[in-house]
């Protein structure tokens, strides 16, 4: 029987788990020496596996960090070159978009930013380790391994099953969820498509394609997911990038659009003892437009109405009283709003100057 092998170096070959080599074959080999040199069950040790392979791969996530920094720091300056080499492709002009891609890629050269190596060598080793992970937990629970069965913890203690309450699929996609919310792996913003799409698309797919998989694989998955997680805070503290010497996180400056303020003036009353407020109707004829704040005129054939009559008296009333305090208001809502358009005009310079500067330096 299964239950007679002993639990040694090798033990997984013996059952039939032979994946010759490559990712597959790295995980076993990784996940059997970790389970019979530490002698912790199989569910601890598919944990401190995917702890191990997150540290050897944080090297590589660290430069994908920074280069992600770099690149969203850069966005003012390739955003511009990607929109003319996007027109010249539009108007079938070849050396116009080749010209624009070559300056798009010198200024990523100038940075020593690599985007393919650097942002994606990360990712792209994690996915193979897990790939192969996700193909040994699944052949371990098909045989299944005579320790799944009770190698799990708390709830779900046979691993070669599903988790009978499918609690490890809605925790692995709440991970994912707040991978997706933080910024990603990186730590680095996400464009808003994308962080929809990542925040609510890849968790509904988690929890679609995980329900019905073995305990030892979901618990593969969460702990992925939550070291995600951990490692997406990370690079978000400012603490830490200093420490790493990663590239601060670049913050875009928030243009406030124009806004459309109205401007009034408190004119002296004229004295209006013995003449009773008229109400005049707006006039439909092209031309000037009545003055508002000016003293009614008299109309024989009409009399104020109750609501005219008291909106006549309040406004006297206010412009009595509050004369000067409105005008000391109007200057002060003038006075920040020259202030205000002062400093979007100096922002809007500076950066149009930066742009033109970083132009005329990539074209000598």
């Known amino acids: 029987p299964l239950s007679s092998v002993p639990e040694t170096i090798g033990y997984l070959k013996s059952l039939g788990l032979?994946?010759?080599?490559?990712?597959?074959?790295?995980?076993?080999?990784?996940?059997?020496?970790?389970?019979?040199?530490?002698?912790?069950?199989?569910?601890?040790?598919?944990?401190?596996?995917?702890?191990?392979?997150?540290?050897?791969?944080?090297?590589?996530?660290?430069?994908?960090?920074?280069?992600?920094?770099?690149?969203?720091?850069?966005?003012?300056?390739?955003?511009?070159?990607?929109?003319?080499?996007?027109?010249?492709?539009?108007?079938?002009?070849?050396?116009?978009?080749?010209?624009?891609?070559?300056?798009?890629?010198?200024?990523?050269?100038?940075?020593?930013?690599?985007?393919?190596?650097?942002?994606?060598?990360?990712?792209?080793?994690?996915?193979?380790?897990?790939?192969?992970?996700?193909?040994?937990?699944?052949?371990?629970?098909?045989i299944p391994v005579p320790g799944f069965l009770d190698g799990g913890m708390l709830w779900f203690t046979n691993l070669a099953i599903p988790d009978p309450i499918y609690l490890l699929p809605l925790l692995t996609a709440g991970a994912v969820h707040m991978v997706a919310r933080v910024g990603g792996e990186t730590g680095a913003p996400l464009q808003p498509i994308q962080k929809k799409l990542m925040m609510y698309g890849l968790p509904g797919l988690t929890i679609l394609f995980s329900w019905w998989l073995p305990a030892a694989t979901q618990l593969t998955f969460l702990a992925g997911s939550v070291l995600s997680l951990l490692q997406a805070l990370i690079f978000r503290q400012p603490r830490i990038r200093q420490a790493l010497n990663l590239t601060p996180l670049y913050k875009p400056p928030v243009i406030r659009p124009p806004t459309i303020e109205t401007r009034f003036a408190v004119r002296p009353q004229q004295p209006t003892a013995g003449r009773k407020p008229v109400y005049q109707a707006p006039s439909s004829s092209i031309g000037t437009a009545p003055d508002p704040l000016a003293p009614p005129q008299q109309k024989e054939a009409e009399k104020p109405g109750f609501a005219t009559k008291l909106f006549t008296q309040a406004r006297e009333a206010a412009g009595d009283m509050f004369p000067d305090a409105l005008v000391r208001m109007t200057q002060s809502q003038e006075k920040q709003r020259r202030q205000r358009l002062k400093k979007q005009a100096e922002l809007y310079e500076a950066r149009r100057q930066a742009q033109i500067d970083e132009e005329r330096r990539y074209r000598k």
């Open 18 to 142: 032979d994946y010759g080599w490559g990712p597959t074959a790295v995980a076993e080999w990784l996940l059997e020496h970790i389970h019979v040199w530490s002698g912790m069950p199989w569910g601890l040790s598919i944990l401190a596996a995917a702890f191990t392979v997150r540290v050897g791969c944080f090297y590589f996530y660290v430069q994908g960090a920074d280069t992600t920094a770099k690149m969203r720091a850069l966005k003012p300056i390739i955003d511009p070159l990607n929109a003319r080499m996007k027109m010249a492709l539009n108007a079938g002009d070849k050396e116009g978009t080749m010209r624009y891609r070559r300056e798009s890629q010198k200024v990523y050269k100038d940075m020593g930013i690599r985007p393919i190596r650097h942002v994606f060598a990360g990712p792209v080793l994690q996915g193979l380790l897990g790939f192969g992970a996700f193909r040994l937990s699944r052949g371990m629970a098909d």
